[in-house]
């Protein structure tokens, strides 16, 4: 049994542990309301643009336009996006798991994240690029990854480009789950809509009125421009949403760690106590031993 000394130690130690680990706790709480509302406030800004895409979508022959064009996926490009950082529960061993199921010959990565890339060097998958992205997304630095992105499909160097990123769902749950960003899918917001209605005048060459929007020069020159930029803020709220998840996994795992930090404090004051009422029962009866014998 542990003298009285040792266990004194350890419970100042844990008592120290859970006063770090109820600060990171804090701390990931903070950049998770930052994280979400980041998030919320984006969510006009993508109704505007989906429905500015759809309705171009729904005016123009989308499956001619390069980027929306589909073909037998033979090789497919995974932008993996995972932590810089541990101490977030399960949260990147549920997305490695699903980067084992895919198929090593036919997939390209690009990876966010130092855990990600770690993961794919370890188990040998071709990594063609890692991009660094701070702790609050920037959406400068998404561009050269869409960039990129689009190149390699166009390019016809890959068939499908999708991303693999923790989905919050609540402070709980987080799913690990895939989103295609290429090639781009005519069925949006608006292009159902605008395809059933019927153009009551001749459209110009130059002007096009789709779904409450004016479009110049035409619809199919907007639509090059709109489409990169829609699959740049389609990565953009990917990543911010990522890190929404990372925050709250890590908050969830720190609380974890505060808690049973308590409980083993209490269970080592318990053994503290036990061992000392045993020490001092013991010199009581050393004590009472020695009096007996010198009477």
Excluded: W
């Amino acid at each position: 049994m542990a003298n009285t000394l040792d266990i004194r130690r350890r419970i100042r130690s844990v008592k120290n542990t859970a006063q770090i680990t109820r600060a990171m706790q804090m701390v990931a709480a903070s950049k998770m309301r930052k994280a979400q509302a980041a998030a919320v406030a984006g969510r006009p800004y993508e109704e505007a643009l989906d429905r500015v895409l759809g309705a171009l979508a729904g005016h123009v022959d989308a499956n001619e336009h390069p980027l929306f064009q589909k073909r037998e996926v033979k090789r497919e490009l995974i932008i993996l996006v995972t932590t810089d950082k541990g101490l977030c529960g399960p949260l990147n061993t549920n997305l490695f798991r699903e980067v084992a199921k895919t198929n090593p010959l036919q997939t390209d990565f690009f990876g966010i994240g130092r855990k990600g890339n770690q993961f794919l060097a370890r188990t040998r998958r071709n990594l063609v690029a890692d991009f660094p992205v701070s702790e609050t997304p920037l959406f400068k630095e998404v561009r050269p990854i869409a960039r990129l992105a689009v190149e390699r499909f166009l390019t016809e160097e890959v068939d499908r480009v999708s991303v693999l990123y923790p989905r919050f769902v609540n402070t709980l749950t987080q799913v690990p789950t895939f989103r295609r960003l290429l090639p781009l899918s005519a069925d949006l917001p608006e292009s159902k809509a605008a395809e059933a209605a019927a153009p009551s005048e001749e459209k110009s060459d130059k002007i096009a009125i789709s779904g409450g929007f004016l479009f110049e020069p035409s619809e199919t020159a907007v639509l090059d421009a709109v489409a990169p930029h829609y699959i740049s803020y389609q990565l953009y709220k990917t990543l911010v949403d990522a890190r929404a998840s990372e925050h709250s996994a890590r908050m969830v795992a720190m609380k974890t760690a505060t808690d049973n930090a308590k409980e083993l404090v209490k269970q080592l004051t318990l053994e503290y106590n036990k061992v000392r009422q045993a020490s001092i029962t013991t010199e009581l009866i050393e004590i009472t031993t020695a009096q007996l014998a010198i009477e």
